[in-house]
């Protein structure tokens, strides 16, 4: 051992999904978007006035705020943005629920980073067990907590609650922040966002990741009352006043502003997700029904380990979680109506060579 | 009050220098470099393939971390990339100085943003007094503690230490992480990197912001052993795991792989400096001998505050920290031959102004 092994801090990281350097496969495996990003933005990048690279972008990002905030119809006071929803919902994390010591709640069932960043940040947590509809109850959120935080589309299920369901869990919980995590909520959900001037306690996170094909990017903010936003920001400039870079920045700007691209390929992302949800139940496949940009889908019959490694012979990459109640099922990401077509002859041969 | 407001973690954070929007004003005061990235990164921003942009990144970054350890002569697991030096430190400070509950050592006159971290993370620290000619006391460093870290040169008073001086503190420190904060090293000191193959407690930061012409691109860099770079990796994928982007990572790779074009423009910021050194001392201010891309000076007889806010009225903006023992001292950047003509001639002119 070290002389300096006890002054390490040791956690056990998140995994994210694999991001492979071979162009040729089908990566139906991180919820990336199929379209490419607004061609607005990327006409932007060529003209981008390079000279700006050597200076220290605007630490409060007041561009894309305010592009945000036009979007959505807010004042910028009411608008955080991070490096991607995970440098978004860390600083909620070490903001909102490290300080009071009591537990933070959210479902077992859930996007597997949540853990991690009370692990990183000593919080305590309670995993409220989903039903066995893999539903979230929201009695399980009436007991005194340290912060309540689920997505909504829940992930890795796919499946949405009402707002109603969210005003009762914020009715239950006013003295705590509530996070709802809306990575995937363009793709057919409802959002919390018109709840934040009724109730001061809420944040809603989004991302550009998904909805706005600009994962590369690295954008996601958070929406709430401007004191919880302030607060957001004091934890960001005590950490990294600059955490948006400049092309990030002038990119984001322009991605948001093009509403009818992504409306557009939204549209067809959700077009194709029903159009796939169709044949996966022709070939025995269960699911919940999902809001988001992937299934989440086991089959009656087959493993999911099984499948998931005969997928990857074809080169088709899907996400499988090696974790209890949901290890024989696979997400599968939604993307282009010629991937999923593939996906579905992938399948049909697995099925085959399972009955021969 | 609010019944979520003890929830909230409170915080005092960073104030970073003004990025003001105006383009015509003569910008020394966050000494950026006054030369543009490198040709042959602009070319590539031109030429990105712009589908990657809808992806996630490489989370471990390797083409970025192998560029920069190809560089350095070093292996790839002895290299951590972040979101600027700022992003690498803050997760320094949160991995090695938050475990021992004992004080982390830094200067009283140092980058200001090692206190804010340390109050973020809730690290005890103590502030090493420096010496009436401002010099860091290598003995203040041999007592007890959780951590020391220090930059080479000092910031903002530019003087720098020898190899023999960081042993010293390294010799005195075996059981605990000393982090050499590296900013300005390109601009005339000695890298403690020779260093890390004998201390294997030992990181050394740095950054593209300053030599690199690239603050726009948020990349910052730790170099140490193995174990230690692993430990950092583990807190950052316990953090966010996509932290840099997909054009910050393209045109880092370019940046630091052209070498000519670093040592050229990093020779003029030195022959530029050296002869506003003799321009600054004929007109009466006293400074220690910068070996980084600024200098930090007072006059003999005039009030900083006052040849501050003259100087912002002829446009040029440099920086004035109101803190115990350096109020009466400016931190100007170095910037082209041009702009410190530009200086010196209003300097002049403040002088007659004075005098008349």
Request: charged share 25%.
């Amino acid at each position: 051992m070290k002389p300096w092994e006890d002054k390490v801090r040791r956690v056990t990281p998140y995994t994210p999904g694999e991001q492979p350097k071979i162009k040729k496969i089908i990566k139906l495996n991180t919820n990336e978007n199929p379209y490419p990003p607004s061609p607005t933005a990327t006409k932007k990048l060529r003209e981008l006035d390079t000279d700006m690279l050597r200076r220290y972008p605007d630490p409060n990002v007041s561009d894309l705020v305010g592009a945000i905030a036009d979007f959505y119809k807010l004042d910028k006071s009411q608008v955080f943005v991070g490096v991607g929803s995970d440098d978004v919902l860390a600083m909620i994390f070490l903001t909102f629920f490290s300080e009071s010591g009591k537990p933070v709640f959210f479902p077992d069932i859930t996007y597997t980073f949540y853990d991690v960043w009370a692990n990183l940040f000593k919080i305590p947590f309670e995993r409220k067990v989903l039903n066995d509809n893999f539903e979230i109850c929201a009695e399980d959120y009436y007991e005194t907590n340290g912060g309540v935080i689920f997505p909504n589309p829940n992930a890795p299920t796919g499946t949405a609650v009402p707002l109603s369901f969210i005003e009762d869990v914020l009715e239950h919980n006013k003295d705590v922040i509530v996070v709802i995590d809306e990575a995937y909520v363009d793709f057919g959900a409802e959002s919390a966002l018109s709840l934040i001037d009724k109730y001061d306690n809420l944040l809603v996170v989004q991302t550009f990741s998904k909805s706005r094909s600009t994962a590369g990017l690295r954008i996601g903010y958070a929406m709430g009352n401007q004191e919880l936003i302030a607060a957001l920001n004091a934890v960001k400039h005590s950490y990294n006043s600059y955490t948006m870079n400049y092309p990030s920045i002038v990119l984001g700007v322009e991605t948001i502003n093009d509403r009818a691209y992504f409306e557009e390929t939204t549209a067809k992302v959700i077009a194709t997700r029903e159009n796939t949800k169709k044949e996966l139940e022709a070939l025995g496949y269960t699911f919940g029904d999902s809001k988001t940009n992937f299934i989440f889908a086991a089959h009656e019959e087959f493993d999911a380990k099984e499948i998931f490694a005969f997928l990857r012979e074809k080169a088709i990459i899907v996400r499988h979680f090696n974790a209890p109640r949901i290890s024989n099922y696979l997400r599968i990401s939604i993307g282009t109506d010629e991937e999923m077509a593939a996906l579905v002859v992938a399948l049909k041969e697995f099925e085959q060579q399972k009955r021969s």
